[in-house]
């Protein structure tokens, strides 16, 4: 997310979306966490842009065969960090609520993808 400068203008073709957090979160091994996601039926998102892929076979096959070149045992794989890292794919911005402290009130720019958005996963 990128904060916007008091003056800043929204970029063009951004379409606002509302953040809300889930506080009834539990996990596999029953710890808890808030996630923050979109709201994402508010925006219109071309069809092109609807579709989130997910780890390839072939790239499966490629970790096996490298692991099994260089003698290793591969014992788990955790792609988790991959999505939060991911680049956003539509233009979206929202204003903060006062869950963001210092910067309630504040236009920002939604740059990583988030749940809840149609391209996200």
Not at 94 to 115: C, D, H, N, R
Request: net charge negative; hydrophobic share 40%; aromatic share 4%.
């Amino acid at each position: 997310m990128r904060i916007l400068d008091t003056g800043e203008v929204v970029p063009v073709g951004s379409q606002h979306v509302d953040l809300m957090i889930i506080f009834d979160h539990v996990k596999m091994d029953l710890t808890r966490k808030c996630p923050i996601v979109a709201q994402g039926d508010q925006i219109e998102t071309p069809s092109n842009l609807t579709y989130a892929s997910v780890v390839s076979r072939d790239s499966i096959r490629i970790a096996l065969l490298l692991s099994a070149l260089n003698g290793l045992t591969l014992l788990a794989a955790d792609v988790a960090g991959a999505y939060l890292n991911a680049p956003c794919r539509e233009r979206v911005h929202t204003v903060l609520g006062p869950e963001f402290g210092q910067y309630e009130g504040m236009t920002a720019v939604i740059e990583k993808s988030l749940y809840g958005l149609n391209s996200g996963g």
